[in-house]
């Protein structure tokens, strides 16, 4: 694995920006009058807590033209993400639903983003030599398929561009609600082409057509499949997670690359207060660990520490590190 420390290129995530309504703690979704209202997505969230840390990160979506596209994209902005990539077209907003989980009672997410401005974009509508400029990193996620052809086809379409330019590329395999079979075509594609995989055996399993490689307790096994197979990887990382409740979990984290495989250590977290984005804080730490230049073991501490911050901050957005130095 080379880690390359570069502060100065710019990060690019893609994806779609969706509206989070969320019931209060303790409430159903239908029993509150009131629902908590905020900006998230998988890939919007990465290049927050990315910016958060010091990097300069952009942001290329489409979000609907009118008062609730214009707001998701000033909250990015506040946060100082580079919104020029995002479009601003006609139709409906990407909204998804919360019930927070209680005691032994899980939480329930429903989505609702079928024919959202983002959904219905042409795959042609993005630049990406232009968009990809100057930049170091391309992070995208295996959610498109689960939005739609043409999502689907700009993720892979962005995801050559940045191959063909020199810019290296990070996928999440495992954001949201990973692929279903469906999906299962652009997982293969897109971890062919990827340098960085944060996913779980899986998703690697399923991309190999390997059942086999399901089994939690031949993971090391999957990861040797997964260098075999995808000659661009050089690391791929996955957090482990124990549930003891619906506010008590077991957070653990691994990372691989070619020649050894490191553990991040283990939290044990109470009173978690939502755990929406905490994958995707995990992500952003893998990234800023190789930006910075840190050993393996260290990226794998960052990132899980990372994601178990995240758990203590209600929002998609992971705003921990705001002030941190990078």
């Known amino acids: 694995m080379s880690a390359r420390p570069d502060m100065a290129g710019r990060i690019v995530c893609f994806g779609e920006i969706l509206l989070r309504l969320a019931a209060p703690p303790g409430r159903m979704l239908l029993q ?44 990015l902005r506040a946060h100082g993400v580079d919104t020029t990539g995002i479009r601003l077209r006609p139709g409906r907003m990407g909204l998804y639903f919360i019930t927070p989980g209680a005691a032994a009672r899980p939480s329930e997410t429903i989505y609702d983003r079928a024919g959202s401005a983002y959904a219905l974009a042409d795959p042609g509508l993005y630049d ?18 689960a939005v739609g052809d043409g999502p689907a086809q700009a993720v892979l379409a962005a995801m050559r561009a940045a191959r063909a330019a020199g810019v290296r590329v990070a996928f999440d395999g495992t954001a949201g609600t990973g692929p279903g079979q469906d999906g299962v075509p652009l997982l293969l594609e897109a971890m062919r082409m990827a340098d960085v995989v944060c996913t779980g055996p899986r998703d690697v399993a399923l991309a190999l057509d390997r059942p086999d490689l399901m089994d939690a307790a031949r993971e090391q096994e999957a990861a040797h499949a997964a260098f075999a197979a995808f000659p661009h990887l050089e690391l791929l990382a996955w957090t482990r997670r124990v549930h003891h409740g619906a506010d008590e979990h077991e957070l653990s984290a691994v990372l691989h690359t070619r020649t050894a ?54 929002g998609d957005f992971d705003v921990a590190h705001i002030g941190a130095s990078a």
Not at 59 to 69: E, K, Y
Not at 277 to 305: K, N, Y
Request: aromatic share 4%.
């Open 128 to 145: 990406w030599p232009a968009l990809l400029d100057g930049a170091g990193w391309l992070h995208v996620s295996g959610i498109p398929p």
């Open 32 to 75: 509150t009058p009131a629902l908590d209202a905020c900006a998230g997505g998988t890939e919007a969230n990465v290049a927050v807590a990315l910016a958060l840390l010091g990097h300069r990160t952009a942001m290329v979506s489409v979000l609907p033209d009118n008062s609730l596209g214009r707001a998701a994209l000033d909250s």
């Open 261 to 314: 495989s490191v553990t991040g250590g283990s939290y044990r977290l109470s009173g978690i207060v939502d755990r929406i984005g905490t994958g995707d804080a995990f992500a952003a730490g893998v990234l800023h660990g190789l930006q910075t230049g840190m050993a393996p073991a260290d990226v794998a501490g960052f990132a899980l520490a990372a994601a178990a911050m995240k758990h203590a901050i209600t």
